[in-house]
């Protein structure tokens, strides 16, 4: 018995990693494109950012407007940042669908929020965000200034989870110890890939981001240089990873660069003296900072020194700034402590100390 021949059906799904949503627009997985459709998901988002009637809500990527539809009641006004066209023209249908009060309450940007600078202004920020900016983003919202009251952000899992990681936690790792000294994160709840369209191939989870206000009084290129060598082997001793000879050099090079420009010298050494170091400016993104986006823990340290000139050094030199290392260590109980399972408080102190004596990581 033949079988009958089988027809040729046309998919809407053209390649590989494209998904057609409901609307009919074809939806890409490579580009971070899955729309949260479990309802019960979306409304535990919106009660969790505790919206007032008053508030301005940022939402970035907001898709076809699952979120958005529900935004709208609850504050005064949406900015929804969208860097697909498609998607926005479904967005705006869906949104005149609900008549001229939620249209006015709705002010859609097209672009990449990434280039956004400076972001508008707004009091929460709600979003399930791409998972490939992830980083970027978090420390773009953490220099917004005027600074917001609270972000509920959605991001993959293992991301999620480094954010909220205590020392001790086997995920604790730079990235939480820089976000955790700019502002109170917590977990809310876990996201399965299957309340997705399509669905992600991880698991997610919704965390909500508090600034500290105000924020801490120091230099944030001074902490992540200093958290770059903590975290360079982050279960290696800090009494070991600052005995490495072009951690020496370094600590050496920046504290010769420093000392050459007077003024600069007076004042940190100042800033010490009286317990408190230099702030930076707000408004910028993470990187403009000196806090990098990568949240990998073997990331190689790299020379902070910026003098043109290279600055000699000789053995007895090095010798002397080890002493120095060895005293500031000593003085804080931290030679033996690992990066690991330090907590942000004692990483404050420690920099403290070195600029104490003169030295610094981001000359």
């Not at 949503?21 to 074809?26: A, D, E, K, M």
């Not at 609900?98 to 990449?112: F, Y």
């Not at 604790?172 to 000294?181: E, W």
Request: proline content about 7%; overall charge positive.
């Amino acid at each position: 018995m033949k079988r009958p021949k089988r027809k040729n059906v046309r998919h809407s799904i053209t390649s590989p990693g494209i998904h057609s949503g409901r609307s009919g627009v074809p939806l890409y997985s490579s580009q971070g494109q899955h729309l949260l459709r479990n309802p019960a998901v979306v409304a535990a988002i919106v009660y969790k950012a505790g919206l007032q009637r008053t508030d301005v809500v940022l939402e970035i990527g907001p898709g076809t407007g699952n979120l958005t539809v529900q935004l709208l009641p609850a504050c005064k006004q949406v900015v929804a940042i969208e860097r697909d066209a498609r998607l926005i023209v479904e967005l705006t249908k869906r949104v005149q669908a609900l008549g001229p009060s939620a249209v006015r309450s709705l002010q859609v940007v097209h672009g990449d929020v990434l280039r956004q600078s400076p972001l508008p202004y707004f009091d929460v920020c709600v979003a399930n965000i791409p998972y490939q900016i992830s980083s970027p983003l978090v420390f773009q919202l953490l220099a917004h200034r005027p600074l917001f009251r609270c972000a509920v952000l959605m991001f993959q899992r293992e991301f999620a989870l480094r954010l909220v990681a205590r020392p001790g936690d086997p995920l604790y790792c730079r990235l939480s110890a820089n976000v955790q000294l700019l502002a109170r994160v917590e977990h809310v709840l876990k996201v399965g890939r299957n309340n997705f369209r399509p669905p992600p191939r991880v698991d997610s989870s919704v965390v909500r981001i508090e600034p500290r206000q105000p924020p801490p009084p120091l230099s944030l290129s001074e902490w992540d240089g200093l958290l770059r060598i903590g975290f360079h082997r982050k279960n290696k001793t800090l009494g070991s990873l600052f005995h490495q000879e072009h951690v020496l050099r370094m600590l050496h090079a920046n504290r010769a660069c420093v000392q050459r420009v007077t003024g600069r010298k007076v004042s940190m050494e100042a800033e010490a003296d009286e317990g408190t170091m230099e702030v930076d400016a707000g408004g910028r993104a993470g990187h403009e900072m000196g806090i990098s986006t990568l949240d990998d823990d073997s990331i190689d340290i790299r020379q902070t020194a910026s003098s043109t000139t290279p600055i000699p050094v000789d053995a007895d030199a090095l010798k002397r700034v080890r002493a120095d290392v060895d005293a500031v260590l000593e003085a804080c109980r931290m030679r033996d402590a690992r990066a690991s399972k330090t907590s942000v408080e004692a990483f404050l102190g420690l920099l403290q100390r070195f600029h104490a004596v003169g030295y610094h990581f981001a000359a």
